[in-house]
């Protein structure tokens, strides 16, 4: 069975700064995705980024971009330049490679930024 | 494509009744799934789909049923309301097991 899970409750940032998010996974697959997803008060969640276990170059998305350990299971989430929209729940997500079901998710990092 | 969509956005029950949360998504996509998110806890895998025709269970699928009789439809049913069951519910698609999840934008559910 896969686990993932988030230390950090909250975190605050002020904006224009950067912040990062840490995620951590136990999978006994070989292939395997992981995901950041953002959960704004509108509740929709929203796909940030995803890293593909087999991939050794991290991943970016403009603002966002992860720091992916396979040795240690470490996925973090690093926000660049922090925007007031920025505000969410992310929460990290691990897609097993060897089966149909759906996504394990994290307990998710309420994000806050101070104008 | 309107992705997917879920009905209804906000729903009360009382102890013991019965309902069905629907689903439906425009992708053509073959994976399916439910979630529940309760404060604290993230988001659960109820039921899910590979294919019309074809359901099995998640991590907590105790008293919810679910059926899978087109590509598009994915309902799910709560056979008698509990208070536990209060929580937010999401429906998600997929094109292959390895891709991106497309989420619904959710049902709030409380029961009384």
């Known amino acids: 069975a896969q686990t993932v899970t988030q230390s950090q409750p909250e975190m605050s940032v002020q904006e224009a700064e950067t912040v990062t998010l840490s995620c951590t996974y136990d999978t006994s697959e070989s292939d395997y995705y992981l995901f950041w997803y953002k959960q704004p008060p509108s509740r929709q969640m929203i796909l940030v980024i995803r890293q593909e276990a087999y991939k050794q170059q991290n991943a970016t998305e403009n603002r966002f971009s992860v720091n992916f350990q396979k040795a240690a299971k470490s996925f973090s989430l690093k926000i660049s330049d922090s925007q007031l929209g920025d505000a969410a729940m992310y929460f990290c997500?691990?897609?097993?490679?060897?089966?149909?079901?759906?996504?394990?998710f994290g307990k998710g990092t309420h994000l806050i930024i101070q104008p | 494509n309107a992705g997917v969509t879920q009905t209804p956005k906000f729903q009360v029950l009382k102890t013991g009744q019965s309902m069905t949360l629907q689903c439906a998504q425009d992708?053509?996509?073959?994976?399916m799934s439910w979630y529940r998110q309760d404060p604290g806890m993230g988001l659960r895998l109820i039921h899910y789909s590979v294919g019309a025709g074809i359901t099995d269970q998640g991590e907590v699928p105790n008293g919810y049923n679910v059926s899978r009789s087109t590509t598009e439809d994915f309902p799910l049913r709560l056979l008698s309301a509990a208070p536990s069951q209060t929580s937010v519910y999401f429906c998600?698609?997929?094109?292959?097991?390895?891709?991106?999840?497309?989420f619904g934008p959710g049902t709030r559910l409380t029961v009384t």
């Open positions: 997500a691990s897609n097993s490679g060897g089966g149909a079901d759906g996504l394990t």
């Open positions: 992708m053509n996509h073959e994976y």
């Open positions: 998600a698609s997929r094109r292959g097991y390895l891709n991106e999840q497309y």
